[in-house]
């Protein structure tokens, strides 16, 4: 590569430009298409890199920017994406490996195509001089293994020299097979970092790039046509971050120290109104206690208390008996003498009675007496013996020979009762059992009549429950393990042969089929559980299909075999154990190896035959094969239906026997009746005749003697008053002994009272409270009631107490729950402490303390940080938005001085104006730090905490991750964003000539001037700053920059960026070459040779003329190729 003198003559000297570092030299190995190493030599005036698109002409100054820009802003080929409508297509990985084109992979997918596909590295390395011969090298090494294509698998070093630098230096690095330890060895005057940080700090210290911002700047003039929107741009890359953010992340820092401040209170607040009613409470709690405690006393003492009061009713009532007895005393003596005087005028007319012949009528009256008393018991056992002849259904005899032969007819069956008693009972037995055997195999029929109207099956219900249990406790489905039976059914045009196939098949048509996934379950249960019945289950293993040929009379062609998982195996099963000759005749039957007979006979083999007739061979109850059980279920509902008719019959039976029992023993008490009576006992005859002849006798003897009928009623009437006489004196003796009973009972009762309870002294107030309770019953209070009374009483004061636990238990659980609550919400504090009333003390203690130093303490600190959080932040974050709006002005002006400089058209120049926003966002935020600034001196808690809760909510905004707020964020502390730009273009006299908003409107040769003034303008500003006559910096890179202005727009917008000292390296077309020619000193073609094998030609430049030695016709026609 031949290369062009790079040191060209400077016509002028200014301030400051021995200090200049300007780029002389890049130098690339394997970036991009371009392989292997490349030299560019690069005049300190300027460069051109011109060529074809798609040459590689931004492949080289992509390099440019991966040295200078921080990774995490780095797009690459941007100028070729204009504004930014397309994705990123290029990246270190695609320079790295060579990425030259994008073709169809064999999965359909586009894949790139690489020039190094395997292990590989890179470098890129520029030089920097300025006239005091001071050199700066930024080298980066890149290397990636394998076939990997990820940006995470790069590894990057970053190198910095202060010498001159070979990328031929470098040839070590692979061969150790990319050992960073070597780099410091090999170049131990190098300074080496693995990020792009500390290696950025020192390189911008050494060539005079006083901030990042500035780097930024750099790179987006490199794509100086996307420039987009002015204010997008003066916001991004010309004012520095406000420093308003950091003020207001500190605010957010602090504010977790002011807001802990406020927990504190808050959680002290809430701890006392937590306890405040646990203390009172606690309070009530005492009381009703010591009211329970009190009512325990009175519940204690009311034994005492009654059987005291008791003691002094029984004293009362004792003291009334006394004088009651003596006053009884004295009446039993007078109605005693009253009654001794009527007795002897009673004798008296007894005696003269007597005297005149009384005494045989007397004797005659007694007889009388007697005779009326037998006649009612002798009419009293006719009427039994009546009722019991009627029983026998037999009549009264009339005479005593008769009677006697009825009562020995009744004797004779009371001795043969028993034998009737006897044979009736074993009757009766014999209609139980029946009875009992009927109901059995009623049940039996019934439960199998369920089980097919649940399933249709004909399997018994006892195989079907046995089943039932195990798919529940198994979890297999009951249809996953059929027995064969239901799987089974004889043809029906067979049906002559159903019995005998039944006889053979039983056992296996009662046997449950087993799928072997099922069979460890299966086989499990049943290992490990009685289940009362004698199962048979056959595991279906698969085995080869049985190739057996069978008869026309072969059991299993008689068979159907239903569809199914099953199918084939019973199919198979039947074939290899059950090929049976079902023979028409006995002949047949004999000559077969093994046969059955429409019979039942089975010829198991030549010598082994059975038949088993312990049921009928049509006995379809026995059946068990078949698809359905409709047949089977008739017959049991027919055989239910007769079971019921001779149970009903039976029952009939068995009443008609209880009936026929009943009437011998009713009989058998009639004829033990008749057995104890004799003709005396009934022969009311024989004593009504004697009753009449004494009463003849008695009229005969009383008109014989008319004096004695007067005698008579005088002793009549004497007995009556002689009866009182007795009557009243007995009822006075008998209140003598009652009351004396009485006061031998209350006396006893006196006694028999403890004298723990007497003796035992209540105090007033005890008696007191039990007096006035017994008063509130409202009953009066005798011995009677005296339990009664005293049991209300001790109801009341129970019924008390429960209410008084009710209420102490509500109590306890309230306060043990906002115990339990405390130390639920603030576990450190109640640390140690658990939530029972053993604890109160220390709860209330803790009360006690934060009502007297912790919430008052809490509150002074709260109040003090937030006086300090308003005083300090807020002021600050408030007077920062005004000092960074200031700042943009002031920075604008140092621009717009800078702009004055450089002519925009010919005779005017730019000026940058900020015009206000007037952002509603931005308007309430400094309400809000206004709101949170007021009465900051105040101490009252209210105020305090409403700008508490102000300032809380604009912390919490601000330090929001939502995206709706972190845009507002962005928006009210970015004071950049408060304003708008304004590009004016004035005349020499400053008069208005146009004003630019963004470029909108203008053409695209328009906007690009007027994105490369601005740009100048800015790069002056952040490398210049304001101290420097040139940027200590001066190398700017215009990729295309110019492709749509024409030349004098291009010629205009050079003239700035050279008017404000800077290097440019320019990436052109063509066309734009012969306007860019007096603004350079030297220039490289760039081609591609089958879209991936970049190479450069060097362009001399005739320093002179101010042109690149180009053939003549090419500058007619604009057009170049390569020799």
């Known amino acids: 590569m031949n290369e062009a003198n790079a040191n060209q003559e400077i016509s002028t000297e200014p301030e400051g430009i021995l200090d200049q570092f300007r780029l002389i030299r890049i130098q ?13 030599p690069v005049s300190e005036v300027g460069f051109l890199f011109v060529g074809p698109s798609g040459s590689g002409k931004s492949t080289v100054l992509d390099a440019h920017a991966a040295l200078l820009t921080p990774p995490r802003w780095v797009d690459f080929n941007v100028a070729a994406r204009e504004a930014e409508r397309h994705g990123k297509d290029r990246s270190v990985v695609t320079y790295l490996r060579g990425a030259w084109a994008q073709q169809t992979g064999d999965d359909g997918e586009y894949a790139s195509q690489y020039l190094r ?13 300025n006239r005091n011969r001071k050199y700066v090298v930024l080298a980066q090494l890149l290397w990636i293994r394998g076939k990997s294509t990820a940006t995470s698998d790069v590894k990057r070093l970053y190198l910095i020299l202060e010498r001159e630098f070979e990328i031929r230096e470098l040839d070590f690095f692979p061969k150790s097979e990319f050992e960073v330890r070597k780099i410091r060895s090999a170049l131990p005057d190098a300074f080496v970092k693995d990020e792009f940080s500390g290696y950025q700090e020192r390189f911008r210290r050494l060539l005079g790039i006083d901030n990042e911002l500035a780097l930024r700047l750099l790179h987006k003039t490199q794509s100086a046509k996307n420039l987009g929107d002015l204010n997008i741009f003066l916001r991004d890359f010309m004012l520095d971050t406000p420093q308003t953010f950091e003020i207001a992340d500190r605010l957010v820092l602090e504010f977790g120290e002011l807001n802990a401040a406020h927990q504190a209170v808050v959680a002290a607040r809430q701890q006392i109104e937590t306890l405040l009613p646990a203390r009172s409470e606690f309070e009530i709690l005492v009381q009703k206690r010591q009211a329970m405690s009190a009512l325990d006393d009175l519940r204690q003492c009311s034994e005492f208390y009654r059987e005291q009061y008791r003691r002094d009713l029984l004293q009362a009532r004792l003291n009334e008996l006394h004088v009651e007895i003596d006053g009884a005393r004295q009446e039993e003596k007078r109605l005693t003498e009253i009654e001794a005087q009527e007795f002897l005028k009673l004798r008296e007319l007894q005696d003269r009675r007597y005297g005149m012949g009384g005494g045989f009528i007397e004797q005659l009256q007694k007889q009388l007496e007697e005779c009326e008393r037998d006649k009612s018991d002798r009419l009293h056992k006719r009427d039994k013996a009546a009722v019991a002849c009627r029983g026998m259904s037999w009549s009264l005899p009339n005479g005593p020979t008769t009677f006697a032969h009825l009562t020995e007819t009744a004797r004779q069956r009371v001795l043969k009762a028993a034998d009737l008693s006897e044979n009736l009972e074993g009757r009766k037995d014999d209609l139980k059992n029946q009875q009992r055997e009927k109901e059995d195999e009623f049940r039996q029929v019934r439960r199998e009549i369920e089980a097919m109207e649940r399933q249709r099956s004909n399997i018994p219900s006892r195989m079907l429950d046995v089943r039932h249990a195990l798919a529940a406790a198994t979890g297999i489905a009951e249809e996953k393990l059929p027995f064969a039976g239901e799987l089974l059914e004889v043809h029906q045009n067979e049906g002559q042969w159903q019995g005998s196939i039944e006889r053979v098949l039983h056992g296996l ?11 460890a379950a299966v086989s499990s249960y049943l290992n490990d559980r009685n289940i009362g019945e004698r199962l048979v289950y056959l595991r279906t293993l698969p085995r080869p299909a049985i190739q057996k040929s069978l008869s026309s009379n072969s059991l299993p062609r008689k068979v159907n075999v239903a569809p199914g998982s099953y199918h084939e195996w019973l199919r198979d099963e039947l074939r290899a154990r059950f090929d049976y000759e079902c023979a028409e005749t006995i002949h047949a039957f004999r000559n077969a190896s093994r046969a059955i007979t429409q019979q ?16 009928r061979v049509d006995d379809r109850s026995r059946w068990v094969l078949g698809f359905d059980n409709r047949s089977k ?13 001779s149970l009903e019959a039976l029952r009939k039976k068995l009443e008609d026997a209880k009936a026929e029992e009943a009437g011998q023993r009713e009989q058998l008490l009639h004829c033990q009746t008749l057995a104890n009576l004799t003709w005396a006992d009934i022969d009311v005859a024989a004593i009504l005749k004697k009753i009449a002849d004494l009463h003849e006798r008695i009229a ?15 002793i009549e009437s004497q007995t009556t008053v002689y009866n009182n006489a007795v009557a009243a004196k007995n009822s006075a003796a008998g209140a003598v002994r009652s009351k004396t009973d009485d006061i031998e009972r209350y006396s006893k009762r006196l006694e028999s009272l403890s004298e723990q309870h007497l003796s035992t002294s209540l105090n007033s107030t005890q008696r007191e409270c039990l007096d006035e309770r017994l008063q509130r019953i409202g009953k009066a209070v005798t011995l009677e009631s005296l339990d009664l009374v005293v049991s209300y009483v001790e109801k009341a004061l129970a019924s008390e107490k429960e209410t008084l636990i009710r209420e102490t238990g509500n109590l306890r659980h309230s306060i043990e729950g906002q115990f339990a609550e405390f130390i639920r919400t603030w576990p450190t504090e109640g640390g140690g402490l658990d939530a029972t009333l053993e604890s109160a003390n220390d709860f209330f203690a803790k009360l006690r303390r934060l009502e007297t130093d912790g919430l008052p303490r809490f509150e002074e600190r709260f109040l003090t940080l937030l006086r300090e959080q308003s005083d300090q932040n807020l002021t600050l974050l408030s007077a920062r938005l005004d000092h960074e709006r200031k700042g943009i002005l002031d920075r604008l002006e140092l621009v717009n001085d800078s702009l004055k400089t450089a002519e925009f058209n010919k005779g005017t120049h730019l000026v940058i104006e900020t015009l206000d926003r007037s952002l509603e966002e931005v308007r309430l935020f400094k309400a809000s730090l206004k709101e949170a600034l007021s009465h900051s001196f105040s101490e009252e808690p209210a105020m305090a905490e409403g700008r508490f809760v102000v300032l809380s909510t604009l912390v919490k905004k601000i330090a929001s991750q939502e995206t709706i707020d972190k845009n507002w964020r962005s928006l009210v502390l970015d004071v950049r964003q408060h304003v708008e730009f304004v590009a004016k273009e004035l005349d020499s006299d400053d008069r208005e000539v146009e004003i630019y908003r963004s470029g909108a409107g203008k053409s695209g040769g328009q906007r690009q001037k007027l994105a490369a003034t601005c740009l100048a303008a800015a790069l002056r500003y952040q490398l210049g700053g304001q101290d420097r006559a040139l940027p200590s910096f001066s190398t700017v890179v215009l990729d295309e920059a110019f492709d749509k202005a024409d030349a004098e727009f291009t010629a205009t917008a050079m003239n700035i960026f050279k008017t404000f000292g800077f290097q440019m390296i320019v990436a052109t077309p063509l066309k734009s070459v012969m306007t860019l020619e007096p603004f350079i000193g030297g220039a490289c073609f760039i081609h591609i040779r089958d879209r991936k094998d970049s190479s450069a030609l060097m362009i001399e430049y005739d320093t002179e003329k101010q042109r690149l030695k180009l053939p003549a016709h090419v500058h007619d026609s604009q057009q170049v190729t390569l020799p």
């Open 28 to 40: 690339t190995f394997n970036w991009g298409t371009f392989s292997g190493v490349f030299n560019f």
């Open 117 to 129: 596909p395997d292990t590989t590295w890179s470098a890129i390395v520029e030089t920097y001089h």
């Open 509 to 519: 048509a009662l046997s449950l089929l087993v799928d072997e996934k099922y069979y």
């Open 600 to 615: 039942g006979q089975v010829k198991h083999g030549p010598s082994q035959h059975e038949k088993d007739d312990r049921f």
């Open 633 to 645: 279920l008739d017959l049991y509902k027919t055989r239910a239906f007769d079971l019921a008719g």
């Open 700 to 714: 005969t003897e009383t008109s014989a003697r008319p004096d004695l009928a007067k005698v008579g009623q005088e």
